[in-house]
Structure formats: C-alpha cells, structure tokens
C-alpha cells in the first residue's frame, strides 16, 4: 500500500523559497529561448579567485576526500578565531573551540536557530530581511516576529523598533548588515545600541555578516568589533559572498563555548561536515589576506561601478522609493504606486517585468514587504543597465 504524503508538522509552514522559484523561472524562460535578464539571485557573477581553486585542487590530489572533524579542520577554525581576535574587544579571545565550519552560512544560521530556540520563543526579525531567517526560525519551532524599520532610515530598525515589539517571550534577535534586501548598512553607533539592547535584555543575537566585506565605505561594522561581550552573540560569516564562493558552501559560527559544542553535536546528526577540499580552499582565502583583500578590492569595485551606473537610472525617476544601498549587491525599491490597492504590488510587477520584458527580479514578498522588490546587481554590468531601465520604464508607464 502506498502513503499518502501529508507534510509533516515539522514543514507545516515551510514556504518555498522565492529567491529560488524566480531564479528557477528565470532558467525556464531561458532554457526556452528566452532573452532573460536575470537580477534575481543573490550570487557573485565572478569566478573564485585562482589561487583559491588552486589550493582546492591540490589539497583534493594530496588526499583530502575523507572525513574531516565535524567542526571543521582545525586550521581553518584556527584562521577564523584569529581574524576574530583581529576584529575587536568581543572577538579577543575566541578560539578554534568557539568555532564551527558548516555548509554554508545558511547551515549556520540553521545550526545556531535549532539549538538556541523552540517553542514558545520569539525571536525579533528586522524586516524586511532574508527570506531564510522566518523560514529557519520556524523550523526551530519558535516564532518569527517581524519588526519594521523606518523609510527614512532605510527601513533599519532602532533600539525603540525592538523595544516595541519585544515581549517576555522574546529570546532572539536577528540582525543582517549590510542587510539583505535592501544594501543598508548599519553604523557602529546603530549596531552597537542593538547589542547594547540585547545585552541588557538577555536576548541572543545572531549577527549574520556574510556581506560585512561588499561595502562601499569600507568595510562594515562587525558585532565583534562593537559589542560589549559576546556571551549572548553567534556571529554568523562564510567565504560565499565576498570570495566568490557560494557552490563551495563554507560557513561558520563564532559563538561561546557551549553554544558551537551544541551546534557541533547537531551538526554531527546533520550533514556531519562541508566537503574536505572545500574546508581548504576557505583555508587559503583566509590565510592569503593580502591576495584576498586585492581580489575582493576588484570585485567590489566592480560592484560599486554597476551600482553608480544604476542609481544613474532611478535618479530620472525620483518619486520612485528607493533605499540607497551602501553595501550587499541589491537594490530595492517601493513598487506599489503602480499597482495602487494591491496587497503584493511587488509580486504583481515581477510578473509583469519577467513575462513582459525579460527582466527577473525578487517580489519583496519574499523578506515580507510586499509592496517592493528586489534587483540584484551581481550581474554585468550592461545587464544592470538594460534591467533596471526596462524596470523603471515599466514603472514610470503604469504611473
Ligand atoms: N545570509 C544572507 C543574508 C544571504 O543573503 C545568504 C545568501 N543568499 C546567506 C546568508 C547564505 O549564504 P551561504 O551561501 O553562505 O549559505
């Protein structure tokens, strides 16, 4: 006899994730013959770097197809606790032991999310955010509470914000800058009065700093470099975005002691480790800084050359919402004064954009602002131009 497939309880409230379902049309379209546009996906356009793929492929030859510890190999944990240490006063003294290697950062955030929370816990989300964090917070049986920040400070939240919607229940507090959607950074001065917030109310923070390297003014502030004490803090990093990396999946807690002991033992039940020559090509890319900080230098410069020729674009368009992304690679504007009385604008115009005109961008739905979207600038540079120019044609003509 065959089962029925009823989704577990543990899936109950999963939703796919739109980053991807728009990615995947995206391919559709094209696999069709399509000319598509893709600003959809949150990924590098670029290769790794070669000295990277080198030192992969010569650990690959050298043996590493084996398991390794499940936490990670130890050098590379080593290279993560000194550049924490190099950080900043919460990061002086972290260890290989308050590190873990996972399978991306996403496996962190998972890892951190399902040891630190369950049922009947809230855990504050600044939104919009990563469609992930609702989704991983959910699978950890706690709740997701959804914190708007302001249009005039680029939608970051404030110190008031958490304290608005904190509750006895509240346990956790997810933060993300430079901040998927929308490319703001927080100051040290913003970060470190949330930290300060945390600290004093007992929360845990999940400081997620994947784009702490892609910032236009340098780079952006790190928890560990302004917090008080990390004792309530897992911060959260990888090599995917700033080293080009992202098929590699590499990604790593810094949390205290007892923390990525947990995190460990649920990760040895999970997926055990990330690939052996994956572990050692993150080796290198930490442990050759200086080629490193050229490599992610040149990218980000790039990065910043396609966002000034786009922001160009909105400029003719000035009543068109939008946050003025200091770091990430996305832009995100307000769409839904030109579908005015529609509940998911965002939606609606994607639809229009990708069928219509070949242009793939995210619905703000996905990080639970409906009336925006989201465009990727991790793609050429004369694609970002024809993108957003067809997106803002296609505004201006349903004004
Ligand atoms: N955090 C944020 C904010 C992201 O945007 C992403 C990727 N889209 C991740 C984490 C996951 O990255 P990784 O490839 O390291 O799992």
Redesign the pocket.
Known sequence: MSPVFVPSSNIALLRESA?IAVSQRAKALKAAGRQVIDLGA??PDFDTPAFIRDAATAALNAGATRYTATEGILPLREAIAAQARAMGPAGADVEALDVVVS???????FNACTVLFGPGDEVLVPTP??T??YEIVQLARAEPVEVRGARERDLKVTRADLEAAATPKTRGLML?SP??PTGAVYTAAELRDLLDLAHERGWWVLS?E??RRICYSGDAASALQVAAARDNLVV?D????AYAM?GW???WTVAPRAVSKAMGAFQSHATFHTAAASQHGALEALRQSERSDAEIARMVAEYKARRDAALAIFATEPTLPLVRPDG?FYFYFDVSAAFPGDPDAGTSFAKRLLEDHGVAMVPGAAFRTPDWIRASYAAPQAEVVEGISRAVSLWRSLQ
């Open positions: 980053t949150g990924e399978n991306g950062s996403k496996q962190s955030i955010s990563w992930s964090y993300n901040c998927n997620d994947i784009y959260i990888g090599v995917a975005k992202t999946r590499v990604g990430a």
